[in-house]
């Protein structure tokens, strides 16, 4: 079947041609996103400014490297598409391709182009970011260098220095940022770009640098990275969303994802199969052998070299997922929770995201069996409700709040009215609302000052601590929350992941379609288990009749 053009744009068609007819090999998302374009080319009315792609094209000659078919066709839909409403179609673009296709160069040559008067936006100033100074800089010196190895011929387009590079006519900077870096109030980005979003933990960071767009017109950011060892980060949240653009057809919100991976460790043995992640290696023979010595290294002693997957084919280390309990077990806590008015007990807070879900959990041991309380609440508005597959507002243990986010009041409530009948001892919560659930608990009562110090910080080492406690109770069904099939549903949605000295912590199996808040409320609450008193079962005498 003869193959059609997508756009009618060579630099689009090009690439596109060569993945859709197999002369290229190209992972399953990558073969995705020529179907995705396809329906947005065909459905939407996108144009493609011919005239600034000829001029950005032409820019290449500055450069000293070949540039593949891939790169004019990043360029042309990231740079030069444009929605009907005349904003950029696609302002975000997630490039995730493997270790040595020269991504630095590639964000080198963006840069140059949304500087220059081609670009047509007088202060675009384009700032790049990483983790580290060093990352940071590389794309920046790259610039620099071209610079002064020819000052004479580009001193009258640039000034230039170690810190930025200055655009005369268009008047816009090029500049380097580290999470380091010193204050960026007053940043008016047109253009922010990321290199190795893999090494970023949460996005708290990120939005520091992304505060100032807007004040510009076509505002952008570039998402560049190879994988790496942090998982349920910056990367992975890019990655589950791409995932969800491809494969699920949920709306893109801007984001182009550009995907280069092997499909499977098997995959690895065959070479054949390698550009798939790395597309440069279709052009670059050294950086061919270099994937061979490598691959070859990593065959031999793959416990030294478990970098080579991650990098080099974008295939990370499978994460383990180990249930916290079997289903048995978490069916045997539905057992049913005596009166426990008056016994003594502690609370743990999980306090993530007001703006999804809060949850509590009250603890109470008695001899040698401890028992659970859990509530939560979930906003209406919250992006996830839609994915999630349980009944949660029939639950009687969860109460979906019609309102912007759930207020720290109601948490300081549910705690004070337990206060009335059980004492509580005191309160765990993690660092993320720390100092405003702080100051709602202080207000009914409790303290973080010594030397009450009801009020307790919870840290990783304390959970990995209380996970041998946590198991065992689960394991002996020595812990009974009731009729909360909620509670059992965030447990069962909760993993066991290893961590340093043979320890483990928790994580999430399911990210948005399912929750595990309360659980980790009641992981909070064991942190502080020992706060809870020896308490027996008491035993009470028939009244006595006096006559």
């Known amino acids: 079947m003869e193959w059609t053009a997508i756009s009618g744009v060579p630099e689009i068609d090009e690439w596109a041609r060569l993945v859709e007819t197999g002369e290229v090999p190209a992972c399953q998302e990558h073969a995705l996103l020529m179907g995705y374009l396809r329906r947005v080319f065909e ?5 493609v400014d011919a005239e600034k792609l000829a001029r950005f094209m032409g820019y290449k000659d500055f450069f000293p490297f070949p540039f593949g ?9 990231w740079l030069c598409c444009y929605g009907e409403n005349g904003l950029p179609r696609w302002p975000d673009l997630l490039c995730y391709v493997g270790r040595g296709f020269g991504k630095t160069a590639l964000m080198t040559f963006w840069a140059f182009c949304l500087l220059s008067p081609a670009n047509g936006i007088r202060q675009y100033d384009v700032d790049v970011c990483a983790t580290t100074e060093e990352q940071a800089k590389l794309s920046f010196d790259d610039m620099w260098n071209m610079l002064e190895s020819e000052p004479d011929y580009w001193e009258s387009a640039f000034t230039w220095n170690k810190l930025e590079i200055y655009n005369r006519e268009t008047r816009a900077r090029f500049k380097y940022w580290s999470g380091n870096s010193g204050s960026k109030d007053g940043m008016r980005s047109g253009c922010v770009m ?3 979003i893999h090494a970023y933990r949460d996005s708290a960071s990120m939005e520091v640098f992304t505060g100032g767009l807007g004040k510009k017109d076509d505002p952008r950011r570039l998402f560049c990275t190879t994988d790496g060892d942090i998982r349920d980060g910056v990367l992975d949240e890019k990655k589950e969303l791409a995932q969800a653009i491809l494969c699920d057809g949920e709306p893109d919100n801007g984001l182009l994802p550009f995907i280069c991976k092997l499909d499977s460790r098997a995959e690895i043995e065959d070479e054949a199969v390698w550009p798939k992640a790395n597309p ?3 052009m670059r023979p050294q950086l061919f052998d270099e994937y061979r010595r490598e691959v070859a290294e990593w065959r031999r002693h793959p416990e030294k070299h478990t970098a080579t997957p991650t990098k080099r084919f974008n295939l990370p280390e499978a994460r383990t997922e180990l249930p916290v ?3 048995e077990d978490l069916t045997a806590c539905l057992a049913e929770v005596p009166d426990l008015r008056g016994v003594p007990c502690v609370v743990g807070i999980d306090f993530a995201k ?5 949850s509590v959990c009250a603890l109470w041991r008695v001899g ?3 028992y659970a309380r859990h509530h939560s609440w979930i906003c209406a508005q919250s992006r996830d409700i839609p994915l999630i597959k349980a009944p949660i507002a029939q639950w009687a243990t969860v109460d979906v709040v019609d309102a912007a986010e759930v207020d720290a009041r109601v948490v300081a409530d549910w705690i004070a009215d337990l206060n009335i009948d059980s004492l509580v001892e005191a309160v765990a919560l993690d660092d993320y609302r720390y100092a405003l659930v702080k100051r709602e608990l202080e207000l009914i009562g409790f303290s973080a000052d010594p030397p009450e110090r009801t009020v307790r910080l919870v840290r990783p080492s304390d959970i990995m601590r209380a996970q041998p406690v946590i198991d065992a109770a689960l394991a002996t069904h020595r812990i009974a929350w009731g009729d909360d099939p909620c509670l059992r549903w965030m447990a069962n949605n909760t993993m066991l992941v290893p961590a340093p000295n043979g320890n483990y912590k928790y994580g999430k199996i399911d990210r948005r379609s399912r929750k595990n808040d309360g659980f980790m409320a009641m992981v909070a609450a064991f942190t502080i288990a020992d706060r809870v008193p020896e308490y027996a079962e008491a035993v009470y005498a028939e009244p006595l009749i006096i006559s």
Do not use: G, I, K
């Open 325 to 327: 309990a079997s289903w």
């Open 43 to 47: 459905t939407e009315n996108v144009t």
């Open 69 to 77: 078919p891939e790169e004019d066709f990043l360029t042309a839909l």
């Open 280 to 282: 440069r290696l279709l």
């Open 368 to 370: 040698d069996q401890f």
């Open 194 to 196: 990321f290199d190795e």
């Open 354 to 358: 007001t703006t999804d879900m809060v």
